[in-house]
Structure formats: structure tokens, C-alpha cells
């Protein structure tokens, strides 16, 4: 036996024993997913004990060092648990803004305090982590931000707002891109820095979706302090860890258009509900156009596990980042709507929202924003067709 198939066994065994039954399925609605938080309530308790075995062993962040509780696997290890999770269609413990964004900026650009104080709560998804970058003047052209950070001695203090933060009423803590020198080049005055959303001075209000839903805020600063070794990196060197944990963010959204490993395929769906022509689906249009997303689908899965390879032996992810980003988001809109077009009239109906059939108008109607958020579609080809294809600015 390989390392690698010893490595598998134990795997394979661990999670026998330690991922609870119910817990091997797909999510079929929000209430099931887990963000961890100070004030996070547990969907069941199967749901909390696979929170903490994962956490216990690490596997939260499988690559993070071990010094700050992470799981300290290479790539080829924490990718053949990915496959075993996979296989038993374990659901993710946890999802978090800490592990996908502030974490891996941390582990670049943190001083060790940070790392020290941070990490750990986030593995063990005890701390729930916000993301303070857009401002009403401020989206893709992100630079253009205003919220001023200004120095008071020991401390600083923050004033100004942000706007479509995700959970902001929900996040405990905030990672926050601010204008720390309003003189300086538009690039060369942002720092990025953290502070605990339950500071006076901070307040959120709800923005309202066309879904219905409201997992949005705005975010006004009036006077937040933040204290002085909270600021990642160099005052003022903000926008080089900006642009890293841009990329974290662009992969862990892009690598959405996979689609949820051991939710029902698209195909097997149109089956049921179109019915068949003999041995071929029903409806020739739905049919073609199936055809082609699974095509198009396999393609991204594969070029993800090409450049999982290539991060792995240490080549830097960067503007590939990107490509993701627009290629798995654009794939989930036009999966997306093919669910609508499989659902026929029934896809009108908006009032399930628990079940898997009454949350397909509202799903549909999400994949909008998410070839949106972490940046839009537009900007992801404007990375590409520079940093990637070389092409004139
Ligand atoms: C679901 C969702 C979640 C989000 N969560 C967060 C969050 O947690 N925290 C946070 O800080 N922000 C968040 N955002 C905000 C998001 O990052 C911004 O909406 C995004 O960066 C676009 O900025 P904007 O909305 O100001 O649009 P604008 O920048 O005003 O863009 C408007 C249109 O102009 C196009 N455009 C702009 N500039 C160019 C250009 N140079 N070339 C070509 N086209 C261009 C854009 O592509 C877009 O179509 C979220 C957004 C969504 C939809």
C-alpha cells in the first residue's frame, strides 16, 4: 500500500465512525447549512457533534497548521478527503467567511498574535466572520472606498459604511477594507482591519431581496474603535491582502458551479418530471440543453482539479481565480435556469420554501447575484483578458 492508500483507509475509517447518519445527505435547505458563530443554533444535534469532530481532528481547514488547529495535510491528503467526504456525501461541517477568506489572508499576511487569536475560534467555527468591503460608491471599483479609518493614539476609529454585507447582522466579527490615508495614491491609503461587530458605534439594517429574503445589511460605522494590532499587514498595504483574499473568495464561489456533491443530477430530475421518448428525455430542447451544461460542467471540474494540482506542488492560484469565478457562476445561472424550464408551471410555486420543489423559483432567483457578488462577471473577463491572456488594458 501507498502512503496515499494508507492515508485513505484511515480516512475512510475515521469517518465511519464519526460522521452521524444524517449527516451523509445533501442539504436541501438553509436552516441545514452551518455558519458556527457566537449565536449559532444547531439544525440538530447530529449536526453539532459533526461540527466538532471535524473541528476536533482539524478537518475544518484540512490544510491550515496544525500549531493553530488546523489539520496540517498537503494537497494530495486534504484532496483524498475531499473524495472520501464526497463519497459518503458528507455535508460541509461548516461554512465560513473565516476558513474561505479572512483565514488564508491571515496565514499570508497576519502578524502571529492574529493567527494566535484568531484561527483557532475560526476552525472550531466559534467566531463568525463578516466581510466590510463594497460602499455605496465603491463595488468594482473598489478603491474608490471612503470609509475613514483615523488614528486617536492608542487606538483608531472608523467612520462610514458598507453596504450588501452578507449576514452582517449575524457576523461577530468584521473584516473591513478602510481608507487609512486619504492623501496617499487611491491604492496606496486602504488598509484592511478587524474588529468585533459588537463595538458601539456599529450598527446594520437590513436590505430587502426580490427573493423575499434578507441576508443582507447595510453596515454604518459612527466612531468604531479598532484597536491598533488589528490591522492585517501594513497601514496601508490593505489592497495587496485585498486582492489575495479576493482570490480565496472568486475559487470558493466559483467551485459553487460544481453543484452540491450528491444532489440529485439535472438529468435524473428532467426524467422524472418531463418523462421519456423512448430512451431519450422528452422535451428535445431541455434535452440538448442538459447535454451541454453537464459538458460544460465536467470541463470546470476538471480544470479545478488541474489547478488544485498545480496549488498543491505551489504554483500561486491568482487571476485563475477568476476564471472560476465567472465560469462556475455563469454555470450555476443557466443551471439554475433549466431547473425553472424542468419545473414547467410548478415552478411558479413559491411557497415551500423547506421543500426541495418550493425553493426552485427562489434558488433561481439567488443564482442571480452570485455571478454578482465577489466581484461581477465583467470584472472576472477584465482580470482575465489581462493578467491571464495578456491582452492591452
Ligand atoms: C449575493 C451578494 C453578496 C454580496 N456580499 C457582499 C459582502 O458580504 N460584502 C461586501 O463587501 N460586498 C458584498 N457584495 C457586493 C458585491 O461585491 C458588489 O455588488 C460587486 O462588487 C459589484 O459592485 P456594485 O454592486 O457596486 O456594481 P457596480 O460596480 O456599480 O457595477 C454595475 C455594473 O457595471 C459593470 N461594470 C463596472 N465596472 C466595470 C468595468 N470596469 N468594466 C466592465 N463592466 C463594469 C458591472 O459589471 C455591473 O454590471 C455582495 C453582492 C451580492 C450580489
Redesign the pocket.
Known sequence: MTEADTFRTQVREWLESHCPESMRSPITSEEQVCWGGRNSEFYSDDQETWLRNMANKGWTAPTWPTEYGGGGLNGREAQILQQELKRITARPALYSFGISMIGPALLKYGSEEQKQQHLPPIIRGEIRW?????EPNA???LASLQARLVDHGNHYRLTGS?V???YGDKGDWMFCLVRSDSEAPKHGGISLVLFDMDAPGLTTRPIRLISGKSP?TETIFDEVRVEKDQVVGELNTGWTVAKYLLTHEREMIGEGGLGQSGAEPLSSIARRLIGMDGARLADPVIRNDIARLEIDEAGLALTVRRARDEVSAGVSLGATASMFKYTGTELNKRRQELMMSIHGLDARDWSGEQSSEGAVPRTWLRSR?NS?????S??QL?IVAKRILGLPG
Open positions: 463578516a466581510q466590510g468591503y463594497s463595488g468594482s471599483d458598507k450588501w454585507t452578507s443582507f447575484g454578482i457578488e465577489g466581484g461581477t465583467e470584472i477584465n
